[in-house]
């Protein structure tokens, strides 16, 4: 598995306009725009950062992944992703080895790029997602 960059890295916020007061006006990021990823009840926000981007995350369901990390957690890191070349070899790799994974299979997400999670137990407590690009 050859991990490409960090692509991008998720925060969750309670809301995607009082969010981008901090990460665009005052940091300077430029918006790329937002997306609505019905299946993962999230409305996501890219703001590019060099060869990174933060993604701004806010739920849209109140079951939703994100309503529940806020719920517990409050607002900050969600997760840290990173691009790969090839999401599926590197899931058949991480089973191989043993590490725990959230998706067996990539599912769609934001942008139309291919994303799986690995689990936190298996990461130190961290939500690690592999993003493929193509």
Same mark, same amino acid.
Request: one cysteine or more.
């Given at each position: 598995?050859?991990?490409?960059?960090?692509?991008?890295?998720?925060?969750?916020?309670?809301?995607?306009?009082?969010?981008?007061?901090?990460?665009?006006?005052?940091?300077?990021?430029?918006?790329?725009?937002?997306?609505?990823?019905?299946?993962?009840?999230?409305?996501?926000?890219?703001?590019?950062?060099?060869?990174? #981007?933060?993604? &701004?995350? $806010?739920?849209?369901?109140?079951?939703?992944?994100?309503?529940?990390?806020?719920?517990? /957690? =409050?607002? %900050?890191?969600?997760?840290?992703?990173?691009?790969?070349?090839?999401? #599926?070899?590197? &899931?058949? $790799?991480?089973?191989?080895?043993?590490?725990?994974?959230?998706?067996?299979?990539?599912? /769609? =997400?934001? %942008?139309?790029?291919?994303?799986?999670?690995?689990?936190?137990?298996?990461?130190?407590?961290?939500?690690?997602?592999?993003?493929?690009?193509?």
């Amino acid at each position: 598995m050859k991990l490409l960059k960090i692509d991008h890295l998720g925060i969750a916020v309670e809301g995607i306009e009082a969010a981008r007061e901090f990460w665009e006006k005052i940091l300077g990021l430029p918006l790329e725009g937002t997306e609505t990823v019905a299946e993962q009840k999230v409305t996501t926000a890219f703001l590019p950062v060099g060869e990174s #981007e933060v993604e &701004l995350l $806010e739920s849209t369901a109140p079951d939703g992944p994100i309503a529940k990390y806020l719920e517990k /957690k =409050g607002p %900050g890191i969600q997760h840290v992703a990173f691009r790969v070349d090839d999401i #599926e070899a590197a &899931l058949a $790799e991480l089973k191989e080895k043993g590490v725990q994974l959230i998706d067996q299979v990539p599912r /769609k =997400g934001a %942008g139309g790029a291919k994303i799986a999670f690995l689990h936190p137990k298996a990461t130190g407590g961290v939500l690690v997602e592999l993003c493929q690009r193509d």
